[in-house]
């Protein structure tokens, strides 16, 4: 069964300072990777995601993500942190034969230190 | 605008009143799904439609109804409510490409 586990519940980073969110999943083929990001209060919006190709994809907002299958990993990236990127952040998997069946991590609490 | 509305966005209720939560997608979306999200759980979809009169379970469907009679609405009813049914909702619609657009949502409250 597809899952996918997101280890770290919250991480704070100072301002400026680089980003790493890790996500990990399990899923027998090659999956459909997301990262959405939701905002206090608001609905979930697509950051980035991967289908196939190169295995290193950006998105919006200067977030990439890197997915190795080796690992099962799909960790997200940012260089440089702004404060408004603190949110909850997550990850989800998805299968070739449907598109409406999209399991989702436990999700990421991002705090941003001044 | 392309979106996915939800109405009520917040509710109140007591215990075994029916209520539904409407969602619309103007997207002409064929997915639509209905997700319910709880502290350290994240999303768990409840139910999902791949198209009008098609539907399917979720991860977490017991005490939940859908319908999809027209394309652009899928409801989510709930039929008896229990205050285990209190959490944050969620309606996403999605085209074959996969990506999900989620509306605002609903948090219900049931005393």
């Known amino acids: 069964a597809q899952s996918v586990t997101q280890p770290d519940i919250h991480i704070t980073v100072s301002e400026g300072a680089s980003l790493e969110l890790r996500c990990n999943y399990s899923?027998?083929?090659?999956?459909?990777l997301f990262w959405y990001v939701q905002s206090p209060g608001q609905g979930l919006q697509l950051l980035l995601k991967?289908?196939?190709?190169?295995?290193l994809v950006q998105g919006i907002k200067g977030f990439e993500a890197e997915f190795k299958r080796s690992q099962s990993s799909f960790n997200l990236r940012k260089p440089s942190v702004h404060w408004s990127d603190a949110a909850e952040y997550f990850c989800?998997?998805?299968?070739?034969?449907?598109?409406?069946?999209?399991?989702f991590g436990s999700g990421t609490r991002l705090s941003i230190r001044p | 605008e392309a979106q996915v509305t939800q109405n009520p966005r917040y509710l109140i209720t007591v215990t075994g009143k029916k209520l539904t939560v409407t969602c619309s997608q103007n997207?002409?979306?064929?997915?639509m799904s209905w997700y319910r999200q709880d502290p350290g759980l994240g999303l768990r979809q409840i139910y999902y439609?791949?198209?009008?009169?098609?539907?399917d379970k979720g991860d977490v469907p017991e005490g939940y109804k859908v319908s999809r009679k027209e394309k652009r609405n899928f409801p989510l009813i709930l039929e008896s409510p229990s205050p285990n049914q209190t959490s944050l909702y969620f309606c996403?619609?999605?085209?074959?490409?996969?990506?999900?657009?989620f509306g605002p949502g609903t948090r219900l409250t049931v005393t």
């Open positions: 996403a619609s999605s085209a074959k490409s996969y990506e999900q657009y």
């Open positions: 899923y027998g083929a090659t999956p459909y």
């Open positions: 991967y289908f196939s190709g190169d295995t």
């Open positions: 989800a998997v998805g299968r070739y034969s449907s598109a409406s069946k999209i399991i």
């Open positions: 997207m002409n979306h064929e997915y």
């Open positions: 439609s791949m198209n009008v009169e098609v539907t």
